[in-house]
Nanobody, 116 residues
Framework: VQLQASGGGLVQAGGSLTLSCAAS????????ASWHRQVAGEEREMVAV???????NYANSVKGRFTISRDSAKNTFYLQLNNLKPEDTAVYYC???????????WGQGTQVTVSS
């Protein structure tokens, strides 16, 4: 399975973006899908996670503003970013956990920049 992230861009504070992460293989092979972000010089942090069964969890900093979802028919999972703040500026990465091989696969990053 390979992941391809897209949807980043430049947006004003208060705006919205939708990030997509398309899997080249069967998304069902990914037990847990997640989004992470990283600011230059800082550690990568988990933003949102969704299990195959649809259980979701979010970082406190994005609760109520971001929504993670997955569409198995399209082999894609998403991150809806609403009410964006300048501190949300980062490179966003998608990641999948493949239980069959006990391994993680990362997508390439997509830049999100929020202007004040």
């Amino acid at each position: 399975v390979q992941l391809q992230a897209s949807g980043g861009g430049l947006v004003q504070a208060g705006g919205s973006l939708t990030l997509s992460c398309a899997a080249s293989g069967d998304l069902l092979g990914i037990n847990v899908a997640s989004w992470h972000r990283q600011v230059a010089g800082e550690e990568r942090e988990m933003v949102a996670v969704i299990t195959r069964g649809g259980v979701k969890n979010y970082a406190n900093s994005v609760k109520g503003r971001f929504t993670i979802s997955r569409d198995s028919a399209k082999n894609t999972f998403y991150l809806q970013l609403n009410n964006l703040k300048p501190e949300d500026t980062a490179v966003y990465y998608c990641r999948g956990y493949i239980s069959a091989t006990s391994s993680f696969v990362w997508g390439q990053g997509t830049q999100v920049t929020v202007s004040s």
